[in-house]
């Protein structure tokens, strides 16, 4: 049941996204409408790698402020 609920919403988000690039197209023209088309996608796949960048910088400013404290 999840299974077919997930693929469900994938083929929902991507046809309003295909739907939407189609208006903007028409709209906004080629590049804008493109632009606006990957920007959210680009967004998804690099989310991860900066909270884990975020992340790595905050564990070094601990590490680098225990050591500090202890000379």
């Not at 906004?28 to 920007?39: D, E, I, S, Y």
Request: without cysteine.
């Amino acid at each position: 049941m999840r299974d077919e609920s997930h693929a469900l919403a994938v083929t929902v988000g991507l046809l309003l996204l295909i739907g939407g690039v189609l208006i903007a197209r028409e709209a906004l023209g080629l590049w804008p409408a493109f632009t606006l088309a990957v920007a959210p996608v680009v967004g998804v796949y690099a989310a991860p790698r900066a909270r884990q960048a975020a992340a790595r910088r905050l564990v070094v400013r601990q590490a680098v402020r225990i050591t500090r404290r202890g000379q």
